[in-house]
């Protein structure tokens, strides 16, 4: 099993999911990219939430959503 596939898997055994970013501005390049991750394999958060950069990638992301 690959990796998405084994993550997908974990994920879907719960009925929402959450996103929560931490903050420290050199990390905000990093959410995106973990968040790009995700959003590739598929799993989609119903919840975001952070703190400092994490709360402007979450509005960011929230407010953007999927069409």
Known sequence: ??????????????????????????LGGYQCGVYEGLHEAGIRPNWFAGISIGAINAAILAGNPDD
Do not use: D, F, K, T
């Open 1 to 26: 099993m690959n990796a998405p596939a084994a993550i997908r898997e974990r994920v879907g055994r719960y009925p929402v999911v959450a996103l929560v970013l931490q903050g420290g501005g050199a």
